[in-house]
T-cell receptor, first 113, second 116 residues
Framework: DAGVTQSPTHLIKTRGQQVTLRCSPISGHKSVSWYQQVLGQGPQFIFQYYEKEERGRGNFPDRFSARQFPNYSSELNVNALLLGDSALYLC????????????FGQGTRLTVV | AQTVTQSQPEMSVQEAETVTLSCTYD???????LFWYKQPPSRQMILVIRQEAYKQQNATENRFSVNFQKAAKSFSLKISDSQLGDAAMYFCAYRITKNTGNQFYFGTGTSLTVIP
């Protein structure tokens, strides 16, 4: 059974551009969350979606948005990229809100130049 | 506010020896989960062990065990018989149980080196 898959694995963008990152959860998992991991830090929570509805938002600017599709896959969009947005973006999926374990993908490494 | 603190940025251990990684957390909640995740160079976060706050018994998973001190808000990870494959970044994480899904709060990580 496939794990959490994220695409692309690496991405280089220019300041001011927009980027879309994609995540496919484990089959049957309905909850998807996004995290930003800056080099040398632990992951920081950005968004959580469950059954296509936003269920949580971290302390990130409105330039960050996300959505979840009927097949439970998810996209994270970041507009007007800043150098500080350079990070590893991790997606995590879990069966349901009440399930404590989350399974992470390998992340998308975003570099903003 | 929920915070997780890992005071050891780097640790090293001889192969086959035992090492303990420290973690403290701050919360006003009474019901929550604590986790240790491992992040190798492949970048994927891998669950090592989980502890429910309401359980007094410390969790164990093969060579990995925790020392959970709820009153002290301490959650350390002990790795016994260390292996080369244990080398990675280790993150302590916290999550409350109010059906809020998988919003984790992570520490800053401890980089573990295993010396052959």
């Amino acid at each position: 059974d496939a794990g959490v898959t994220q695409s692309p694995t690496h991405l280089i963008k220019t300041r001011g551009q927009q980027v879309t990152l994609r995540c496919s959860p484990i089959s049957g998992h309905k909850s998807v969350s996004w995290y930003q991991q800056v080099l040398g830090q632990g992951p920081q929570f950005i968004f959580q979606y469950y059954e296509k509805e936003e269920r949580g938002r971290g302390n990130f600017p409105d330039r960050f948005s996300a959505r979840q599709f009927p097949n439970y896959s998810s996209e994270l969009n970041v507009n007007a990229l800043l150098l500080g947005d350079s990070a590893l973006y991790l997606c995590a999926s879990s069966l349901a809100l009440s399930i404590p374990e989350a399974f992470f993908g390998q992340g998308t490494r975003l570099t903003v130049v | 506010a929920q915070t997780v603190t890992q005071s050891q940025p780097e640790m090293s251990v001889q192969e086959a020896e035992t090492v303990t990684l420290s973690c403290t957390y701050d919360t006003s909640e009474s019901d929550y989960y604590l986790f240790w995740y491992k992040q190798p160079p492949s970048r994927q976060m891998i669950l090592v062990i989980r502890q429910e706050a309401y359980k007094q018994q410390n969790a164990t998973e093969n060579r990995f065990s925790v020392n959970f001190q709820k009153a002290a808000k301490s959650f350390s990870l002990k790795i016994s018989d260390s292996q080369l494959g244990d080398a990675a970044m280790y993150f302590c994480a916290y999550r409350i149980t109010k059906n809020t899904g998988n919003q984790f709060y992570f520490g800053t990580g401890t980089s573990l080196t295993v010396i052959p």
